[in-house]
């Protein structure tokens, strides 16, 4: 297989694209809205929210996808236009066509996405008026990872590259939140921009499966937001032959779009909100992917495993109960190890060095590795601890 | 229906029942040992965790429940026995044995129930020294509901009186716990006493119907423990006419075991770890009851809205949000009032005084009502705020 590597960049750093961030006002003072442009309508794919009550621009987003190219996403932070009845949709609509307008695109080229405060209805003049600032030629590219950010501390972007059939190929991210993460605040929402020459149903194929094992892996706060999207943009301006499915270069492009995709998910796990760790369970041992996917998330979600994890505390007990509660089968044989000490072997606690294990977990990324003996399937999950800032967080704001 | 009526009272009000409390040095200086003891074998009927990881007392207890009959219950707090292999297994038999030989009792017909650590076998010689010193003649009863607790801050205790075909019918419960509460700590125990005459299989029926509405109803921190435990005896010395399913004596009855079941359900929750306030949900207009208690559940469960209810913060986006994550179906017409207050008609945003209801979300006990206008069924869930003192409780103590 090829070899990929991760470069420095941004967003606009695929052949074709450009981005740019203003501030529309809808903060006090930070970039709150984003824009990714292509040369080129790119083949689109997308994932979103399962909640029933989905965000105006998720509605319009899934039409987009439908359609199957884009060539432009605009996002905006602050308010994310959920539970905004005809006036929330009329709006994301409005957003489309003056970002259309702007830059001579079809609208139905163009994504919409928001994220922020859910019940209040966009102040169509500053998008418009925000809009109007943004540029194709001298984009503010990095700014575009700012701009989307709500309650996260940092910006969440990665880069890869790689050669395929003689061509370089960039692909690239951007990302923010998890969880439902502020009050009122919707949660994820990830961007992905590639060079790749690739049909849309083998975008959209290769995306779906690989979110089942990425960004549907993380969990903060176990909490669906309304405007959950992930959206990759494939232009083919790398000029790459067109990947075919099973194919060696499609195999060695989906192995770079996983990576990207569990990079950003990682990100947004340990920028949970109020965390200090990075939480990383793997059960081992399942008899399919599917469970073993199941018990990793519920371990990595669960408040008791969370806050013992914050107090550095080696407390097994409540990592079994977690893997009892869901496993659909009878888990006499389980071994445990956390931080690569062993704690528990054929359900049986072990002997191990309480102290030196609290030590160990202070450190910022924590392993949990459950070997469940039922079977050879593997699943990890990817989360944080919970800690007083989250509740501060969460309590203090107001809505 | 005849009226029932609450009396002040303990798990040995109902005629024939005694109980005690000791302590047997397993924790520091607390009653750490309970008791209770019919002078007849009583119809026993009981539904467990389902949490795969089970101790060894609930599978003990499954047996004796099958077997129909119960005598007396004999409790532990500070140790789980869970996660003890067959040492564990041992001991809980040995402990049944301890007791049928002090009251010359059939072991068949002694439940054993234990909570606390988990991983850590029971220091069989203190259980011992325990179990002899128990009296069944100077019982200290009302010590029973103190020697059950492990990091609860209250005892949890309710007594029902009813006549039934010209008797004096009296149903007791005493119970602990809920969450998975302190490291390592096992959850909810509720015991039920009752002199009426009813047949063991009616009794189990009734009890699981009610399990539903009440005890299942209920959330702190979505962990299921190793040893939650719900057993009742009804020993028939009230003398009433034996109750027959579907006349109007059995709904009598009914009703008075639903409601102690209910009110200890509220106590738990109430006492939910680090809790400054009770959350009760109900969801209205939806087509089946199990969805309505469902969503209920869901709402009072999720994080977020238990923190904006310690931060007094009426964030209603939060609510509907958890409404969308797990509707089997669309909800554009949700109503949502909170502490009475209309917050939300036809999902769309309606005016309130933020300040004010603030102020009544301050209150001890919120409530939150939402009608999906999608049916004619309601189910009720109850649940506590997430404050610091969760996180504080759940992380600063080491296992």
Chains 1, 2 share one sequence.
């Not at 169509?124 to 590219?141: C, F, Q, T, V, W």
């Not at 950010?149 to 395929?164: G, H, I, R």
Request: proline residues 3%.
């Amino acid at each position: 297989m090829t070899k990929f590597k991760q470069i420095t960049g941004n967003i606009a750093s695929p052949k074709g694209f450009k981005a740019d961030a203003t501030h529309a006002e809808l903060k006090f003072q930070k970039l709150d809205l984003g824009m990714i442009l292509s040369e080129v309508p790119a083949a689109v794919a997308g994932v979103f929210t399962t909640n029933k009550v989905a965000a105006a621009p998720v509605i319009l987003d899934k039409e987009v996808v439908a359609g199957g190219l884009a060539q432009a996403i605009i996002t905006n932070s602050a308010i994310a236009n959920a539970v905004t009845g005809e006036v929330g949709m009329n709006n994301a609509k409005k957003t489309q066509r003056l970002l259309a307008d702007k830059f001579n695109l079809e609208p139905s080229h163009v994504a919409v996405c928001s994220t922020g405060v859910i019940g209040r209805q966009l102040p169509m003049d500053k998008i418009a008026l925000g809009i109007s600032k943004l540029s194709a030629e001298n984009g503010h590219a990095a700014g575009f990872a700012q701009a989307i950010l709500t309650t996260d501390l940092v910006e969440k972007e990665v880069a890869y590259q790689v050669e395929l059939g003689g061509q370089t190929v960039t692909v690239a991210g951007a990302c923010k939140g998890s969880g439902m993460i502020h009050p009122n605040m919707a949660t994820m929402l990830a961007f992905i921009t590639t060079d790749a020459n690739i049909a849309q149903p083998l975008l959209q194929a290769t995306l779906s499966e690989i979110i089942e094992t990425t960004f549907n892996q993380i969990t903060v706060d176990g909490d669906t937001s309304t405007n959950d999207t992930v959206l990759v943009l494939a232009n083919g301006m790398a000029e790459n032959a067109e990947l075919v499915a099973d194919s060696e270069d499609y195999l060695t492009f989906k192995s770079v779009l996983a990576t990207v995709c569990q990079t950003m998910a990682k990100q947004i796990a340990a920028d949970g909100e109020g965390a200090t760790k990075l939480i990383e369970v793997t059960v081992a041992g399942a008899p399919d992917e599917l469970t073993a996917r199941m018990i990793a998330k519920h371990i990595v979600g669960s408040s008791l495993v969370k806050t013992a994890i914050f107090g550095a505390d080696p407390n097994w007990g409540r990592v079994i109960s977690a893997i009892g509660q869901v496993a659909p089968f009878e888990v006499p044989d389980i071994e445990l190890t956390i931080q690569g000490d062993l704690v528990l072997l054929h359900s049986t606690a072990v002997d191990f060095d309480q102290a030196e294990l609290s030590e160990k977990l202070k450190e910022k990324n924590v392993v949990i590795e459950a070997d469940l003996n039922q079977g050879d399937k593997t699943g990890t999950a990817w989360g944080c601890d919970l800690t007083y800032k989250y509740v501060e967080i969460n309590a203090l704001y107001h809505s």
